[in-house]
C-alpha cells in the first residue's frame, strides 16, 4: 500500500461536532449527519487544516497508529458522502424552488388593531413598517372570503391546507375568526382537502365561549406572554396597566379547556427580560404551556429594550441549559417543552438546505385587512413590502424581486458559513429593520447562531445514538 493507491481528494463543506463524547459531521450541501470513526474524524481535521495531501496524511495517520487500509477505505467512504471532493468536483448547484410554488400557509391578519401597546411591538414601536394610513381596521366578511378563495387557487395540488390568524389582537375580530373558519373548512370538504387552523393571541380577550370554539375546531393557540409578572412588564395596555393579571386566569382556563391541540407561549427576550430559565420554569410549571418558543426582539440596537452582547451570551447558555434538559428528556422518550430545540431538530431531520430563511413570500403569505398581499405577518399594511392585493392576485414582479433579494446566493457573506442551510442570513424583517434591505444578511448576530446551531446538532447527534425513535415524529408527513 502507498500514498498513491488513496484518492486524491480536498476537503469538502462540512461542520464537526461532537455529541456526548462521539463524533460526527454535518455535511453542508446535503444536510447529511453522520456518526464518524476515530479514522474519519481525524481525516477530516486534517483536510480541514490543510490542503490536503495523500502522503501527509498517511504520514499524519501512521503516526497516530492507523493502517494504510483503514485510511484508503475512510477516504474512499468520505468522499461517496460529499464530505472529501475529488479533485476537480464542481460544488453541488444550488436547488432553487419551483416558480410559482404553491402557497401551503395562509395568515390571515383580522386586524390592524390591538388592545395592549407592548413597548417593543413592531406593528406600533419605533420599527414598524406598516403604512395603515386610510386603510380599514378590521377585515371584513368579503375580503375574509376572497383571501380564502385566493390561497385555494394558489395552493393547488396541496393536500393540507393551514390558516393561521393573526392580528394585532387576533380575538378582537373573533366574529370574523368564526365565519373563516366555517367558510374555509366547507371549502376545503367540498374539494376533498384538509385544512387546519392556529392563531396568536395575547390572551386578554379570551372567554370560555371562545376557548370552547377553539377547542372544538382544533384551532392551535400560540399565546404571546413574557414570563411571570415582573418580566411581562412591556405587555402593557395603552394606560400603562400591566396585562398579566388579567391573562393568567384566561390561560389556565384555555389550559384547562383546550386539549385538541398543544398550547404554546412565545416569549419576546428583551434588555431587562433574559432570564430564560426562570421565565420557561414559569410558563411550564407554575402555567402549564405544553411548548415554549424565545425569540430575542427585533429592533435596532439603539433602543432601549434591545439586548445587548453579553446579555445575548447569558441567554445562550441559558439555551444550552434547556438543550441539555431537552436530550436527556429525549434519550428517556419524555417530551421536553423548549420549542426552539423541537424546530431546530425537524429541520436537521428532514435535511433542509434553505434558500431562503423562512417561507415568506414563498410558501406563506399574509393578507391584511385591506385585502393587501404581504410576505409575512410582520410586513402587513406596507406600501413598500406589498406584493399585490387579493382581488388581482399576486404581482409576480414584487415577488420575484422580494425572493431575489432574499436568496442564499445574493448573500455573499453566508457563502462560506456552515450554518446557512438552516439560517440562510436570517429574518427578512429584522434584515429590514437592521440593515434597509429585507435581503441583507443579519450578520450581527452569526456566532450566536452558529454556536447554537452547534448545540442543535450536538442534541441530534446524541439522541440519534441513544433513542432514535424519538427523532420520527420529525418525518414529514
Ligand atoms: S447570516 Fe451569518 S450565521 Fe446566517 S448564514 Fe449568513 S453568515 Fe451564516
Ligand atoms: S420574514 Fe421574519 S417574521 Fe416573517 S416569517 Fe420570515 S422569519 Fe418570520
Known sequence: MSAATIAPFRAGEFHLFTARGRDFVYLVPSGGIFELTPAARQILDFAQRTDADSEDLIAHLANVGFAELEIEETVTDLIDAGALLAPGTAPEPRIDPPKNFPLQTLVLN?????????????????????????????????????AIDFYFAESQGTKALHVTFFGGETLMNFPLLKEVVDYATNKAKSEGRFIDFSLTTNATLLTPAIIDFLAANRIGVTVSIDGPPEMNALRVYQNGRGSYDIIAPKIKLLLEKHKTRPIAARV????????VLKIFRHLTQDMGFQEVGFAPVTTSENRLYAIGGSKMDSVLEQFKLLAQEYLDAAVEGRHHAFSNVTDTLSELYNGVNKSHPCGAG??????????????????????????????TGIDRAKQDDFLHRGHINQKYDCHTCWARPLCAGGCHHEAYVRYGDTGHPNLHYCDWIRDWTDTCLSVFGAISTHNPVFLEKFEKR
Open 268 to 275: 419576546t427576550l428583551t434588555a431587562d427580560v433574559t432570564d
Open 110 to 146: 383580522l386586524t390592524n388593531q390591538c388592545n395592549l401597546s407592548c413597548k417593543y411591538c413592531y406593528e406600533y414601536g419605533d420599527d414598524k413598517v406598516a403604512t395603515p394610513e386610510g386603510k380599514p381596521k378590521f377585515m371584513d366578511t368579503e375580503t375574509s372570503r376572497a
Open 362 to 391: 414563498l410558501g406563506l403569505a399574509a393578507v391584511g385587512p385591506s385585502g393587501d398581499i404581504s410576505p409575512c405577518h410582520r410586513f402587513v399594511d406596507s406600501d413598500t413590502h406589498s406584493l399585490g392585493h387579493i382581488s
